[in-house]
């Protein structure tokens, strides 16, 4: 499966407890994105990496929230001292980037972690 | 800001009926639309894509036409099937920006 993979699936914790998640994009895919998807809505925009370098967070992303892609390939988004809140799916995404001239913008979702903060 | 708004759900059809999901956006510019949908236990998946004004997305069946006039994006098929069945989302991409701008979702039932 070359697809975009997100570990773990599921994840229950107890409020005030720190979490990581990890992405792995598709093979050669420059670009990375993370959103977050509660109950009954559209995912929301959190943050984008080209590369190993953060481009955008949205307001969304609180100072508990930290992402990194240390070497342009996986990820990884820690967040501190949770709150009840932040259950949520957290979608990963990849997309090629730009190559030859062209800006290939059609990302790739994973299956998402499942967030329960009890 | 940009937005997306979808019709309300959730949507139940008898198999072969004809099928609109309407999506109307706010832009600032000139945007890339997109349906992406999420079948029951997996990931979203792209379904088609628009990337300028007239421009015909189409894939399984599915269609949609990008109408700069009526800043719409409505999703249609004619003869909708049970495996049909899944969560549909309008989303939008400005040009320049990376971040998808996803509409609430319209959950799709066929019966048999």
């Known amino acids: 499966d070359t697809g975009v993979s997100q570990n773990p699936r599921h994840k229950i914790t107890k409020r005030g407890q720190n979490v990581t998640f990890r992405c792995d994009p598709i093979?050669?895919?420059?670009?990375l994105y993370w959103y977050r998807q509660t109950l009954g809505q559209g995912p929301e925009f959190l943050t984008y990496?080209?590369?190993?370098?953060?481009?955008?967070k949205s307001r969304l992303l609180s100072d508990r929230f930290s992402a990194e892609r240390p070497k342009g390939s996986f990820s990884t988004l820690e967040i501190q001292r949770t709150e009840q809140g932040d259950s949520a799916m957290y979608l990963c995404?990849?997309?090629?980037?730009?190559?030859?001239?062209?800006?290939?913008?059609?990302?790739?979702f994973g299956p998402g972690t499942r967030l329960t903060v009890t | 800001g940009d937005s997306v708004t979808q019709m309300e759900g959730p949507v139940t059809l008898s198999e072969e009926a004809f099928l609109t999901i309407n999506c109307t956006y706010t832009?600032?510019?000139?945007?890339?639309l997109f349906w992406y949908v999420q079948y029951p236990g997996e990931g979203l998946q792209l379904l088609l894509k628009?990337?300028?004004?007239?421009d015909k997305g189409s894939n399984k069946g599915f269609e949609a036409t990008y109408r700069k006039e009526t800043t719409s994006f409505h999703l249609e098929k004619g003869s909708v099937q049970v495996s049909d069945s899944a969560v549909y989302f309008c989303?939008?991409?400005?040009?320049?920006?990376?971040?998808?701008?996803f509409g609430q979702g319209t959950r799709l039932t066929i019966n048999p």
């Open positions: 995404a990849s997309s090629p980037g730009t190559s030859g001239g062209t800006d290939y913008y059609e990302q790739y």
């Open positions: 093979s050669e895919h420059n670009r």
């Open positions: 990496f080209q590369n190993e370098a953060q481009l955008e």
């Open positions: 832009a600032t510019g000139y945007p890339s």
């Open positions: 628009a990337t300028k004004a007239d």
């Open positions: 989303a939008l991409s400005e040009q320049g920006a990376q971040k998808l701008v």
